[in-house]
């Protein structure tokens, strides 16, 4: 009986039993599994046909629609502790219905993330199902996203955190959850691997950006800064080298770029966290709006992007 009473808790108050799940891709690595619905901690969680967290999409936009796809990691994924109604995403469409360009009587803003998604992973969506006619496309990034390493599917089904089927029972998946998680020597390897990986990351925004102008898109980057950036003497040397690197990229590739480490040293940031890394539902709030402001400036700017066919695109990794 103790043990039914247990499960029935853990399944009603956590929605342990029912984690969110993700399948290999060649492209991204992994990503969230298609069509699932539920609920962790409260919290409601929907991923839709094209492992977006959001509803059904149709690939092309209805006529008068601003169609932004925002990527990102687990920031913009909002995770189990973050309601589908509080996504960054869905700040971010609410700040631009106020904002709205001339011309458009609707906006709809898409979100496809996952966990640990570096700027490799999200290339990789983009070359698996393409910008859904977006005019614009925005990469979250965080200070860590410099230094992701390459897509990989390593830790599915191995890694508690990324299951590829449902757990017998809630149970099991808490005592799973428990356990220590030694990564496999194939993803030490990739942790591992010698040379210049913000390079390589920088790349594949490159590519990123060819990719979205040949769409006729125009692509802008914004990054979060880590809580711990914002004491003490601020990023560590490594990270400000990492970060002036992507500042001089972005200026060179001619693409808007908003980095909210001044912005957030400028405000009461505490507030805006959830833990470490990831942002709070009022962080979220004020993020999305700026956010917001940043797609009106490119679209403004930029209209519909460059038709213009780029060079083809190479394997950055």
Avoid at 38 to 64: D, F
Avoid at 71 to 88: A, C, K, R, Y
Avoid at 134 to 152: G, K, R, Y
Wanted: net charge neutral.
């Amino acid at each position: 009986m103790a043990v039914a009473i247990a499960e029935v808790f853990l399944r009603v108050r956590y929605g342990l039993g029912n984690p969110p799940l993700y399948v290999a891709d060649a492209r991204t690595g992994y990503r969230l599994a298609p069509d699932q619905r539920l609920r962790r901690r409260g919290n409601h969680i929907a991923i839709n046909e094209y492992s977006m967290r959001g509803p059904a999409i149709s690939p092309q936009p209805v006529a008068g629609t601003l169609r932004v796809l925002m990527l990102g990691d687990s920031i913009v994924n909002g995770g189990w502790w973050t309601d589908q109604s509080e996504l960054l995403s869905l700040k971010v469409q609410a700040g631009l219905e106020d904002l709205k360009p001339a011309g458009f009587q609707q906006v709809e803003v898409l979100n496809a993330s996952a966990n640990s998604w570096g700027p490799r992973n999200e290339l990789g969506y983009v070359l698996r199902f393409g910008t859904f006619e977006s005019q614009v496309v925005v990469v979250v990034l965080n200070t860590d996203d410099l230094f992701a390493i390459a897509p990989h599917s390593y830790d599915l089904g191995r890694n508690p955190q990324y299951p590829i089927r449902r757990p017998p029972l809630a149970l099991w998946e808490a005592a799973a959850r428990r356990r220590k998680y030694t990564p496999s020597a194939e993803l030490q390897a990739l942790y591992d691997q010698p040379g210049d990986r913000v390079g390589v990351n920088l790349e594949a925004l490159r590519q990123l950006n060819q990719a979205v102008q040949l769409a006729g898109g125009k692509l802008a980057i914004a990054m979060t800064p880590l809580k711990r950036e914002l004491q003490g003497d601020g990023p560590r040397d490594y990270e400000r080298v990492a970060r002036q690197r992507l500042t001089a990229f972005a200026q060179d590739e001619a693409i808007p770029y908003l980095d909210f480490l001044p912005r957030f040293q400028q405000t009461r940031s505490e507030r805006l966290y959830f833990d470490h890394i990831h942002l709070s539902v009022e962080g979220n709030a004020w993020v999305g709006q700026c956010l917001a402001e940043l797609v009106v400036d490119v679209w403004e700017k930029g209209g519909s992007g460059s038709t213009a066919a780029p060079d083809p695109l190479g394997d950055p990794w």
